[in-house]
């Protein structure tokens, strides 16, 4: 996370290393450090740095991609890996590309066969991107209501997914498929996300 300086990727610089979410336009937050160092912790042992020769790396999925700032440092951590960020916010997904770019990262045009990069795409993120699944890793970054089985299916095996749940109570869950397909649920911890939402109801624009 050192590797990627937040002052990218937030609109006021002044504020960009509090440890606390930040408006970053459009509905939407950037969330708290303290919540992206969760997020890494609990998916590292399934970002590997390096990747064999002759085996292709993990792709990840950055659902509510926002500016960008979360795909950067799972870049940073895998770097041979193709992470996809989406956003269903058009406007966002053309800022996190400025940012990315702000900061030295390569993105990608999402139909090159180049591997490793960023590449952000605007879509509904509750149902994933079925054109780049699998997904070794899945990071989602506002509260679904309830598990979007989407995503579930579009895990790899194995693969690994860090999603908060809930309306009024919400939790981190972590879900994995192991390399037969079973699905395991593991609650984490009590959070206070954001929700994961239509975008006419997050931005009118």
């Not at 792709?59 to 870049?75: P, Q």
């Not at 089985?149 to 869950?173: N, T």
Request: glycine share 10%.
């Amino acid at each position: 996370m050192k590797q990627v300086d937040r002052k990218h990727y937030v609109p006021d610089a002044t504020a960009a290393y509090e440890d606390a979410p930040q408006r970053i336009g459009y509905g939407a937050t950037i969330s708290a450090p303290h919540m992206h160092a969760h997020a890494c912790e609990n998916l590292l042992e399934l970002l590997p740095e390096h990747t064999p020769e002759g085996q292709e790396a993990p792709r990840i999925l950055d659902v509510g991609s926002g500016s960008g700032y979360l795909a950067a440092v799972l870049h940073r951590i895998s770097p041979h890996s193709r992470v996809i960020g989406i956003d269903h916010i058009p406007n966002l997904v053309a800022q996190s590309i400025d940012n990315l770019r702000k900061d030295g990262v390569q993105v990608l045009d999402k139909h090159t066969g180049q591997s490793g990069g960023v590449v952000m795409i605007s879509g509904d993120g509750r149902k994933g991107s079925k054109e780049h699944a699998p997904f070794g890793v899945i990071h989602v970054g506002a509260a679904a209501p309830h598990m979007p089985q989407d995503l579930v299916d579009q895990l790899a095996e194995p693969g690994r997914m860090f999603i908060p749940v809930g309306e009024g109570s919400q939790a981190v869950w972590q879900v994995d498929k192991s390399l037969t397909g079973e699905i395991t649920k593991k609650k984490l911890f009590g959070v206070m996300y954001v929700p994961l939402t239509d975008a006419d109801k997050q931005w009118r624009g």
